[in-house]
């Protein structure tokens, strides 16, 4: 009778090793397994998109005729469900050793590129600075021939994008920053851009093909069901002879010869 309370005892540590081992065992395994990537977890719907990156300078005629003709005509289709665009303004500019830039077609064209950054930078949405821009590129081309200010000015009035926000970003500097981290990007294509327009599908460049940017996306779009644009354009390569006429070639602003160019002192970015 005197030893029962003792092996009850006993019985009773027993029984809650048994249940308590296993639950501290079991919580110290989890502990140790690496947690899965963040990204296998959450992935953005935007991913299966192609992306297509112009790289262009405002004043270059053959940017400009692919920005207000293919390029516009594009974004009223549905080739835009699988599309994302993206604009990145420098083209063939320099920036030299003095922290100046030069810009192949003269001062206008300098203005005009931070202008176009300014917009992408305070509108992102594509449609609200694709038509700003659009709209830049159509006043500068009309026979009348606005002055770069002046264009933009129309162009917001018209779109009611307001001017301040552009004269702010202008004016405070933050354009140039801007345009310079476009420059970087610019400078660091591989393989290097050799004229402008130059298009990149999924960074793949499309050389002297560029026209047929609608192909190449449809062709990189690993998505279940291509949308109808993609049907009714088929490959129609173009002559590479003639193409490259269609181009303002970045040989030409290194070429040395700064008749129409504009220096513009810019200050390092942080």
């Not at 604009?87 to 920036?95: D, E, Y």
């Not at 500097?173 to 420059?183: A, I, P, S, T």
Request: aromatic letters at 8%; one cysteine or more.
């Amino acid at each position: 009778m005197g030893s029962s309370p003792l092996l009850s005892f006993l019985v009773l540590t027993s029984l809650m090793f048994l249940f308590v081992t296993p639950s501290h065992s079991s919580e110290y395994d989890a502990a140790q397994e690496p947690a899965p990537p963040f990204t296998s977890r959450k992935i953005s719907r935007n991913s299966e998109k192609v992306t297509m990156s112009l790289y262009y300078e405002s004043l270059c005629p053959y940017c400009s005729s692919f920005i207000v003709g293919p390029l516009a005509q594009v974004l009223e289709t549905d080739l835009m469900t699988i599309l994302n665009l993206r604009l990145v303004p420098w083209g063939n500019a320099i920036l030299d050793s003095n922290n100046t830039i030069e810009c192949q077609h003269g001062e206008d064209e300098c203005y005009l590129n931070i202008i176009h950054t300014c917009a992408i930078n305070l509108w992102p949405d594509l449609k609200k600075h694709f038509n700003f821009i659009k709209c830049i590129e159509k006043q500068y081309k009309a026979p009348d021939r606005n002055g770069a200010e002046e264009s933009w000015e129309v162009c917001s009035g018209k779109l009611r994008l307001p001017p301040q926000s552009i004269k702010k970003c202008y004016d405070s500097g933050h354009g140039k920053k801007l345009v310079l981290q476009n420059g970087k990007e610019t400078d660091h294509l591989r393989p290097p851009h050799e004229y402008v327009p130059w298009v990149v599908v999924d960074d793949t460049p499309l050389l002297d093909d560029y026209v047929n940017f609608i192909h190449y996306v449809c062709k990189a779009y690993k998505g279940k069901s291509l949308p109808k644009t993609c049907s009714s354009h088929p490959n129609t390569s173009i002559n590479k002879d003639t193409s490259l006429q269609s181009a303002c070639h970045a040989s030409e602003a290194m070429s040395g010869d700064s008749s129409g160019k504009h220096q513009m002192k810019m200050e390092p970015l942080a």
